[in-house]
């Protein structure tokens, strides 16, 4: 404000004072305009990977990144309620960040926070294990002649056996994943496809495959021989106690007399009667 003075002549009014807006200089509300939403705080703040002990905030608005490369730099806006020095945690390009409001950064001021670039994590690709391509076998007994052949694949192998003559006994093996070959398809009598299958294990595939065993070795089982334990002592037999009781005395009888006529014989004592 300006402050002008009229001077007065003598004689004359004396002079007026008044004020008048100068051209330089705040108006009214000038600093509540620093205040309002949108203002921006001072100088960036770094944010941190590292959680810390206390988060008074979570920032869900969205998160406008304003400078990329090695350092970001994303402009956020103060929460209500919220007050410098309390951490609000923030996403960025999906990884979480912690940054601390800084002094002077009242609810709804902006400020910026850098991040770090994270690098991104490179996909690691599934090796798939290779494919298993079974080989395979075709042996054939022609009447006494015996005729074989390796094949690199089960396909060859199909393709040459659909050739093949009906008038003697064939076998087709295929590998199978453990090493070991099965018949996967055979013709001709039981005799004969028997006998083609006890030959091409004991013979023709150490021919044919030298790279596998002609036959797997028989699996010999341990033998446990149990422990022997000595034999328990005999019980002795059981004490019978035999208690022997008196025989009752029978009464005595009376004599008998050959003739109830008679008298008893001298010294014979006399026969008892009833009463």
Known sequence: LCCERETASQGEMPPRHFHRRGPRGPGPGAVLVAATAGAVAGAAIAGSRRRPHRVHHRYADRVVVVQHGAERRVTLICPAGLA????????????????????????????TVIVPA?????????VAPPAFVPAAAIVSDNHGTWMRTRYETLKG??????RLSLFYASVLFVQTRTGT?????????GAAVAA????????F?????????????????????PPTYPAAPAAPPPVVETILEPLPTPPSAPPAYADDDLPPASGAPPPAYGA
């Open 84 to 111: 410098p020095g309390m951490v609000m945690e923030l996403v960025v390009d999906g990884q979480p960040f912690f940054a601390t409001i800084p002094g002077g950064v009242a609810p709804g001021m902006q400020f």
């Open 118 to 126: 994270v690098a991104p994590v490179a996909p690691v690709a599934a």
């Open 157 to 162: 192998a199909e393709a040459a056996w659909s």
């Open 181 to 189: 070959f099965t018949a996967f398809k055979d013709y001709g009598t």
């Open 196 to 203: 083609i299958k006890k030959r091409f294990h004991h013979e």
């Open 205 to 225: 595939l150490h021919e044919l495959f030298p790279e596998f065993p002609s036959h797997p070795p028989p699996v010999q089982a341990a033998l446990v021989t």
